[in-house]
């Protein structure tokens, strides 16, 4: 189903046409036309969240409280050079995520798991930091090894979570090369790190 809306000139215009900021802008009058934002940045806003607290549920949370930040500071958001509404979403997003992830820590969220309350032994804990420190020095081990096109690629997609088309600008690619390169380089981590 395609939403249309009246814009000044008094015309009919799919909303899937028009720019982040304008959508933002027509969305304070029109509040139904914001759910096109959602729908193009929710998995990538979960993706940014999931980096920093790790529970899915969670992190669909902290989205949602996200996308109401966002929609009641919309006023705030200002198109200037080589500023994106996207880059101030993940902004967003991600500060949403940090202070979530901080008060977390500090207890203030109440759990129906009495388990969350129980503080690790040290010994949990140091095996906890050993894992987590492993588990990226693997990571960082095996990317070093990646041919530096695929590398690339691969970072900047996981890690940068840059879309297919940013991506292929920067490096002057098709978008079918693109994912052609993105499939070889996960086979490759992957290959890699079986090795090892």
């Known amino acids: 189903m395609k939403k249309s809306y009246l814009d000044e000139a008094d015309e009919y215009k799919d909303p899937s046409d028009l720019k982040d900021e304008e959508i933002l802008r027509a969305a304070q009058d029109e509040p139904a036309l914001f759910e096109v934002l959602v729908e193009r940045y929710r998995s990538p806003l979960l993706r940014a969240a999931l980096r920093i607290v790790k529970g899915r549920e969670e992190a669909e949370d902290i989205v949602q409280e996200a996308f109401v930040k966002i929609y009641k500071n919309a006023h705030q958001f200002q198109k200037l050079e080589g500023i994106e509404f996207k880059s101030w979403a993940y902004k967003v997003a991600i500060n949403t995520a940090i202070t ?19 503080k690790p032994s040290e010994e949990q804990f140091d095996r906890h930091l050993h894992e987590r420190a492993d588990a990226k020095s693997a990571i960082a081990e095996t ?30 690619i098709s978008i079918p090369t693109l994912k052609m390169r993105l499939f070889r380089a996960k086979k490759v981590f992957k290959k890699l790190s079986d090795i090892g």
């Open 100 to 118: 979530h992830y901080r008060k977390l820590k500090r207890g203030e969220f109440l759990s129906e798991d009495p388990s969350v309350f129980e």
């Open 143 to 172: 990317l070093a090894k990646v041919p530096e096109h695929l590398r690339s690629v691969l970072e900047a997609y996981y890690f940068e979570d840059k879309s297919y088309q940013t991506i292929a600008q920067e490096h002057n």
